[in-house]
């Protein structure tokens, strides 16, 4: 249980005592009470007051042979929020899976989970990265928080920002020219996924993540965008951020960082998609 400051604009038992909270893995980092949570579980607020914030939503698995990377979990970050009193049920979205190499039940990955603080704040699941099997809807990578890269034969990036929040949480993936036999990288928290390039041929790397020093006091880098997956050229690294790297032939994309809401990497031609990673969410006030 911890304490700072005053009551804010009425909110918490009392009226006017300290804020004081507890829940998650509590730390103290400089002059703040930091409490993490890379699971679900309650924040109990005995008295309410200003916070910072980040919530990070579960990644996109990326999609199965020659797939685009998954988009990153959707990355929202903010100060002095005046969080109210109450049990606040923290929610930390799951990471999509990767699509399996025979297909079942689709060459496309799956979009990750999202995660929120009660109803009051949320970001939105990573898009899954396409596959390349299918015409149409298959090849295109799905929109999300940041949108999967699209996959070999053309197929587009998803979009990036679903829940339309300003700033934005996370950007679109990259997309393919038509014939490439390389992918494209997932969207990150702070740039779009690299397009895929029919020269070479290489795969697009994943949009770099977004820099944030709440959990530790020191900036950590979360929410990478997954790297493209290659036939059998270059496959794409993954973005800043614990994007999983793409890979090539008949090897498995790895997977996005566990906690990180970091895409899956693409497959080769003949691979399975790399997972998403897990989100997380973070809450910090001041300690006195």
């Not at 304490?3 to 980092?29: C, D, I, K, M, R």
């Not at 005046?82 to 049990?87: A, W």
């Not at 799951?94 to 603080?117: Q, W």
């Not at 690294?237 to 809401?261: D, K, P, R, V």
Request: net charge negative.
């Amino acid at each position: 249980m911890t304490s700072f400051g005053y009551n804010v604009l009425g909110f918490g038992a009392g009226g006017t005592g300290p804020v004081s909270a507890s829940g998650g893995t509590e730390t103290t980092v400089g002059d703040y009470t930091v409490h993490s949570f890379t699971s679900s579980a309650t924040l109990t607020v005995t008295v309410g007051g200003k916070v910072d914030y980040m919530v990070i939503a579960g990644a996109g698995g990326a999609g199965s042979q020659r797939s685009g990377g998954g988009g990153a979990g959707g990355f929202r970050t903010a100060t002095d929020y005046l969080l109210p009193s109450g049990s606040h049920a923290i929610t930390v979205g799951a990471g999509g899976a990767g699509a399996a190499f025979d297909g079942n039940p689709g060459y496309t990955g799956a979009n990750g989970a999202d995660s929120s603080i009660a109803s009051l704040i949320a970001s939105s699941g990573g898009g899954a990265g396409g596959g390349a099997l299918n015409d149409g809807p298959w090849c295109d990578g799905l929109a999300g928080g940041s949108g999967g890269g699209g996959a070999a034969n053309s197929g587009n990036g998803g979009a990036g920002n679903a829940g339309g929040y300003s700033p934005v949480e996370g950007y679109a993936g990259g997309s393919l020219a038509s014939g490439n036999q390389s992918s494209a990288g997932g969207g990150g928290s702070s740039e779009v996924g690299v397009d895929g390039q029919a020269s070479g041929p290489t795969a697009g790397a994943g949009g770099d993540g977004t820099a944030n020093d709440y959990r530790t006091g020191s900036d950590v880098t979360y929410a990478g965008g997954g790297g493209g997956g290659s036939h059998n050229g270059t496959a794409g690294a993954g973005g800043a951020g614990g994007g999983g790297a793409g890979t090539n032939n008949s090897t498995t994309g790895a997977a996005g960082a566990t906690n990180y809401g970091s895409g899956g990497g693409g497959a080769g031609t003949s691979g399975a998609g790399g997972a998403g990673g897990s989100g997380i969410v973070v809450i910090r006030y001041l300690t006195g």
